[in-house]
DNA sequence: GGTTAGCACTCACCTTTAATGAGTGCTAAC
DNA sequence: GTTAGCACTCATTAAAGGTGAGTGCTAACC
């Protein structure tokens, strides 16, 4: 890993060239546009050590150099200068991520638009794990004879309802009884702690008309925790990948398409990836076909615990400077957002 | 328009042939595949009459014919013939389509998932429009100093919340007494007629009090309710147009994938359209993007009244006669789901 | 008069060939 | 160690020729 000043400075152009070019870079016009003040030959004889130390490939003999993915890490690790947003940027990024009323939805899918405007490459963005989200307060609403609606409002100020058809009869006062019972019983327990429960015995020895309307209404309180839990996903810029000549052939575009569509897979992915700035480049994703993509992500708090996930997917060879600053600008932006709601609504627990 | 009975007959096989290979059809082929009774010579001169009539086009002097618009349109109005569903599919979208707990949309995107599943197509489907929707209740929940959950159910059994942030302070007995102000008010009334309203001045008679809480959850209501009135789409099968040859040309599948994915205008496009089964091919469409695509919708319709719509687009070249049956049979489906959930629990009002 | 066989003609598509030029690797001289 | 020079490679492009599916037209057939 002990690369001569001189190999890294090559090694800096090529990347830097290929990155806007996307063509393989020569040493002619390598020793033509950059200051390296060696000839052509020269050049030729560090690239092919270079070649030879894996930080370089040649799609065919007489063609260019292109950076491996070995190079582009060692660039985005050691190379790669920081890139200083244009003010401009900045003010249409906090311009449009001011959240007036904890809109989370809204904002995060308004933040994935925006990274993907900025970047021109495929963003995505996902909301919090909620599973250490603590239950604040349940609610039951008669709507008419069969129907009530379920509330659930959790601790981070996240709200779910559902409308439920029961089958079992129930005046609102049952109701009402009912819903300070389960708030009472379930306020501040996580939900996958309420999800691991039997639930039902809680309610048993309850008096008979109250355990079977309990009873009836328990699956669905279940069920809609359950999907509280669900993690949504906000992709954007799915066609800019049109734009990317990598993928201007169409079996490549498809396979990318499909990927990111295949949702499910694809949060999985990003779910379990490490918190903090993460990149990974080409090979380094453990994911078989994502093996020629490079995955940007990193993570923005609310209330400065649960982790919502941000970033984008595009060809390894991307302007990581460029990408690594807007991606880490909206994340600081998206968490200072959520921390001031947090402290001014939530100094009362 | 009276084209002869033998023209008919051809035109059809050409239709029918050119749906499932994609490529000119000729004379040649033509009479050796069907039983025509005629020689290649025949048909050429039968179909050199069709093509002065505007049914068929030439994409070369030596290439075989292909259907125009108009030909598409007379196949779908009299050639072609009703197909039947495999027991097989009927049964998978029976299966699926049967909605446990109104999760309106749930079902629909489930629909659009399976549509897409079937016909190898890019589908869609929108909920409906929310503008009928009457109101049935309002309610709203402290959940601590600063917050507050409005929550709106409407007589369709609609149920939309949102937390709020406050600045004037409140008791319980206020919110709830507002709650039911509000439910008196408006209850039975349409959304957008409650948005058109000046809503203040119903509220600046009450005492001093309340009338400050109501003037600052008001804003919030009508932005609320205008959010009801969104509708949402779900797109499926994006990619699916990949396999299909008309789309093998890298700039036409980024234009439609970029066209389908301009969700706003494209769903303007869907709301805009007529009820019931529309079929609309290439140059029919009012959308200049559109033009060399075929649209088909149909309506689901909810507790009899309220209407959204289910459809796929693709190639003008399309099975249209699977693809309509798949959509009816869906739909069908959908409208009875919803209209059981109705008889059950609407009997009351 | 409608139908058909025959034939010249067209044109997309494929393959072959040749020219071009960007780029390399190697060698020998600086 | 650096560089100039040169032979060599190979993707890319353009031109040229061959192939075959299909048409349009004409003249003969029923």
Chains 1, 2 share one sequence.
Do not use: W
């Amino acid at each position: 890993m002990d690369l001569t000043e001189r190999k890294l400075k090559i090694l800096h152009a090529i990347v830097a060239d290929f990155i806007h070019s996307a063509e393989p870079v020569g040493s002619r016009t390598l020793s033509k546009k950059y200051d390296l003040g060696i000839s052509p030959a020269t050049i030729r004889n560090e690239m092919s050590d270079l070649e030879e130390l894996g930080y370089l490939t040649h799609p065919h003999t007489s063609a260019g150099r292109v950076p491996s993915d070995k190079a582009y890490r060692l660039y985005v690790n050691h190379l790669m200068e920081r890139y200083e947003l244009p003010e401009e940027e900045k003010r249409i990024i906090s311009e449009n991520l001011k959240s007036d009323m904890m809109e989370l939805e809204r904002t995060i899918e308004h933040a994935a638009e925006l990274l993907s405007r900025l970047t021109n490459l495929t963003s995505f963005a996902i909301t919090p794990k909620q599973d250490a989200n603590r239950l604040k307060y349940i609610n039951l609403l008669p709507v008419d004879d069969t129907t009530v609606v379920l509330m659930i409002v959790a601790e981070n100020g996240k709200v779910t309802n559902q409308a439920l058809r029961i089958s079992v009869s129930y005046t609102p006062e049952n109701l009402e009884l009912l819903s300070k019972v389960m708030t009472h019983t379930f306020r501040g327990r996580t939900i996958s702690d309420v999800l691991t429960v039997d639930i039902i015995k809680y309610f048993e020895n309850d008096i008979e008309a109250m355990s079977r309307l309990a009873q009836s209404i328990m699956p669905n309180f279940m069920n809609t925790l359950e999907n509280m839990l669900n993690v949504d996903l906000y992709l954007e810029g799915l066609t800019n990948i049109f734009s990317i000549p990598e993928y201007n052939d169409i079996e490549r575009a498809r396979m990318f398409l499909e990927m990111v569509n295949r949702k499910k897979d694809f949060m999985d992915v990003l779910i379990n990836r490490d918190n903090g700035m993460i990149i990974t480049i080409g090979d380094e994703n453990t994911d078989e076909i994502m093996r020629d993509c490079s995955l940007i992500t990193a993570d923005y708090r609310i209330n400065g615990k649960l982790v919502g996930k941000l970033g984008v997917i595009g060809p390894t060879r991307m302007k990581y400077d460029e990408v690594t600053s807007v991606i880490r600008y909206m994340t600081d932006n998206l968490s200072r957002t959520f921390q001031i709601a947090k402290g001014e609504h939530e100094d009362d627990e």
